[in-house]
């Protein structure tokens, strides 16, 4: 099937915005059969440039600034997605993917609903008040995926283990990132955890790794494990081409889980991620076994770049 250059021009930027901001996740993706790639870089993309937005540090954005853009940028794609058109870079791609492999629409509202409350909101009560902001900012993007990876059965079979897994990757983010988010002015650990384990918002503002914070940290860390845990079955439910794509990348991204721990629940002093060792490790067999599923596999019609 013949594709248009500008389209292929806007597939390649989404696929380098993956290359350069999500490293794990791009490593997965290269798991997938080539055809399905440029639809899930497509995806990333599409959150990316709404985190970009949201997260804009420039001097002078205020959050009304930032609004007033999220607002214009979501209102003028939303429009574009319903009717099937777009001329920007990145939302030529994520138009194509949208209509290609038949992913709702309202799915991309909530998720702009939830980058909107990123905007103003900036404490989280409960875990439950989290999960709410978790359905948009993480499970619906699990769900937009679905397509995509091909569900086997009914896709309500399948919505469970992607809204965990979307949650689960999503707390993952936050646990690593609980001093970027900090210096944003956001705390995503919910207060009423804070509480319990007698941790404050101005020990964290100090960067303090005392004991409270550790079993604070260890107690979240225990519910995304969960998480993990409760997604997991769901590969099963996938076309086997998608199977080692979201093991690996649910593999790697626990990972993240295992080197916080490692370094005593430090989240202050240093990033953590996974070495190019263990990537490798995890991801090499699972190359390994995709090529040969992928064997004599042949691409659902109409779906193919």
Known sequence: ?????????????????????????????????????????????????????????RTGASAGDR??????????????????MSTDPVGRAVVDTVRRWDIPVPLFEDFLASMRMDLTVTRYPTYAD????????A??????????????????????????????????????????DLRRGRVYLPEEDLAGHGVTTDALAGGSVDGQFRRLMAFEIDRTRALYRQAEPGIGLLHPTSRDCVRTALRLYEGILDEIAAADYDVFSRRAKVGRARRLAVAGPGFLRALAIRAGYRPTTGRTL
Not at 67 to 84: H, I, K, P, V, Y
């Open 139 to 180: 499970a619906v993007v699990g769900l937009q995926m679905l397509p995509v990876l091909e569900v086997l059965g009914p896709v309500e079979e399948a919505t469970p283990y992607a809204v965990a897994l979307g949650q689960a990757f999503q707390l993952t983010n936050f646990l690593r990132d609980v001093a970027e």
């Open 130 to 137: 989290l999960e709410r902001y978790m359905w948009g900012s």
């Open 1 to 57: 099937m013949a594709v248009d250059p500008p389209l292929a021009a806007s597939y390649d930027i989404c696929r380098r915005l993956n290359v350069q901001h999500g490293r794990t996740y791009y490593l997965a993706t290269l798991l997938l059969p080539p055809h399905k790639r440029p639809a899930v870089h497509a995806l990333y993309a599409f959150a990316r440039y709404a985190d970009e937005i949201v997260d804009d540090q």
């Open 67 to 84: 609004t007033a853009e999220l607002e214009s940028w979501g209102s003028r794609f939303l429009t574009e997605l319903r009717s099937g």
